[in-house]
């Protein structure tokens, strides 16, 4: 047997390998596996924002309606904070949203350059 055919695509197995010439041991499948070749959210044919932006950063940018800090957008979007933040940073850098802090917690919103993206492409939720 291969040791390769003997772990992540036979999961959930153990297997004990004793095939020459490798050493005699036993390979525990890992708890899952990644979606590495599956891109997480497709951009649609029907989304222009998601074409020009990726979909990623059109969903974030529609996702401030209302003002939001990272984490409550993360949620939201059933995203990872550090994905959304990524995001916020990408189209922060191109100038479409502003944060805006308060005590302890920063609030994001689209800003003119934002509002009016979202306006052009119907955007708004």
């Known amino acids: 047997m291969n040791f390769l055919e003997n772990s992540v ?69 059933g995203l990872g904070a550090s994905t959304v933040s990524w995001h916020l940073s990408q189209v922060g850098r191109a100038g479409l949203v502003e944060p805006h802090r308060l005590g302890r917690s920063v609030f994001y919103r689209p800003s003119h350059e934002g509002e009016r993206l979202l306006d052009v492409f119907g955007g708004r939720e």
């Open 9 to 77: 695509f036979a999961w959930p197995d153990l297997f004990a390998i004793i095939d020459e010439p490798l050493q005699p041991s036993l390979v525990y499948t890992p708890r899952g596996a990644a979606r590495l070749w599956v891109p997480s959210s497709p951009i649609r044919a029907d989304d222009p924002m998601a074409a020009a932006l990726g979909a990623g950063r059109a969903s974030v940018l529609k996702g401030l309606a209302v003002p939001r800090t990272t984490t409550e957008l993360a949620r939201q979007l």
